[in-house]
């Protein structure tokens, strides 16, 4: 399985729709919380991104939640 990792925000509606995938379908994932880390802020600003969600899986940047993109990216 490939590593997923999401950055995300407190406030963020479509981050918790992604993490609900991802539960869903029983895929392990590292959470960024920007709001609550400023290095994980730093990251996505470093990516070129300023919103959330961020989602890598693998070498694969997805952003926003487009369910579609994360089912081919995950081999679902």
Known sequence: MKDVTIYTSETCHFCHLAKEFFEKHNIKF???NISK???A???L???GFTGVPLIIVG???IYGF???KLEKALGL
């Open 41 to 43: 802020m730093m990251e």
């Open 45 to 47: 600003r470093q990516k």
């Open 30 to 32: 590292t959470e960024k």
């Open 59 to 61: 070498d694969e940047t």
């Open 66 to 68: 487009d369910q579609e």
């Open 37 to 39: 880390d400023k290095e």
